[in-house]
């Protein structure tokens, strides 16, 4: 099968192309390599799928209309995996634009792509930031997501909402996955895993926010890719008699699924966990809640176990493990 992984040089997309490589399939990888975060980081991912034959990579930003375009056209993807986007939530109080032109120019051009290319089965990256103000745990599909918090919250919101006219209009069968807080080797280094271990192993302090007092469902990229995987091979079909309860399913061939832990960890757990694996103890300065975040994320993840088993089973301890050996390696 032909399969389009946009954000192949990004952390979660470039193992979702490595797995579908190494099952047979061939992929085109598609990135900007913008400097979000240190290119370099997004090339050396990149060099770790050279050595695979049915992997291309073509440099391109989402919002070239014309070169997306050209490139469906040509290419005839069967399935398109879309995890390309601005990431971050603080980012995007600072530059909201940079997430117009990624996060909703960009989803407009895959949808446009696989529209007219007859593609079955769009698989896209929503967000655990779609719930903002949500007070109710854990956050489910279920739920109404009304009230973001950030603006990069807002853009993948758009995105599913986008998705199911799509899946309405033209029968685009769309599955969106709203992620919690992915972790693991080849991270990105917004993120507080990376941030924490960088600090700890070069004896700066580490920021704690709301003085420690929040949880995030911290997930395993392995556990994120497995369930990545296995969904793309379930493809939404129109289900008419469909009662349109839920905001995650519908009468169109279009589903929304959580993918995350089940089981949200402390700051202060996580913070351990990272001290045991580096062998040190951080030096901690405990702040005040930031502009746009929540104190906890905890996702319901029955509609993805229903589907396809989807079970988590990476313990922060032994991913943590993992990251900072990562890091270690890469940093030398």
């Keep these: 099968m032909k399969y389009l992984v946009t954000g192949a040089a990004g952390f979660i997309g470039n193992f979702v ?15 900007n390599i913008n400097d979000y975060y240190d290119p370099n980081l997004k090339l050396a991912r990149l060099k770790r799928l050279e050595h695979l034959d049915n992997f291309t990579f073509v440099k391109m930003d989402l919002a070239d209309r014309e070169g997306i375009a050209k490139l469906f056209s040509e290419e005839k993807f069967q399935r398109v995996i879309h995890l390309a986007a601005q990431a971050g939530v603080r980012y995007s109080i600072e530059n909201p634009m940079a997430y117009i032109d990624s ?23 929503s967000s655990s930031s779609v719930y903002g103000m949500n007070e109710k745990m854990p956050f489910s599909t279920d739920d109404p997501v009304d009230h973001p918090v950030s603006l ?9 909402l986008v998705a199911h006219s799509y899946s309405h209009l033209y029968s685009l ?8 807080t992915v972790y693991g080797p080849w991270g990105r280094p917004d993120m507080a895993p990376y941030l924490f271990t960088d600090a700890i192993l070069n004896d700066r302090e580490i920021k704690v926010f709301n003085h420690g007092k929040m949880k995030r469902d911290f997930t395993y990229v392995d556990d994120i890719v497995e369930g990545i995987i296995r969904i793309q091979d379930v493809v939404p079909k129109h289900a008419p008699e469909y009662p349109n309860t839920s905001p995650a399913s519908s009468k169109a061939p279009y589903s929304v699924y959580n993918i995350g832990n089940n089981e949200p960890i402390a700051l202060m757990t996580f913070i351990k966990a990272i001290e045991k694996a ?35 089973s990476t313990d922060i301890e032994v991913g943590m493990k993992q990251f900072v050996s990562w890091y270690k ?4």
Excluded: W
């Excluded at 951080?282 to 029955?302: C, E, L, R, S």
């Design 103 to 125: 996060n909703l120019v960009g989803m407009a051009t895959i949808l446009e792509g696989c529209r007219h290319n007859k593609v079955e089965h769009l698989v896209y990256a």
């Design 329 to 332: 390696e890469y940093y030398k």
């Design 173 to 180: 069968p769309t599955t969106g996955l709203r992620f919690f």
């Design 278 to 312: 580096a062998g040190k103890e951080a030096k901690k300065n405990y702040m005040p809640m930031q502009a746009g975040d929540v104190p906890a994320t905890f996702a319901d993840i029955d509609g993805l176990t229903e589907a396809v088993g989807f079970k988590p």
């Design 152 to 160: 990069y919250a807002a853009t993948k919101k758009s995105n599913e």
């Design 17 to 31: 192309a490595e797995q579908l490589c190494d099952k047979g399939h061939t992929v085109i990888g598609l990135d």
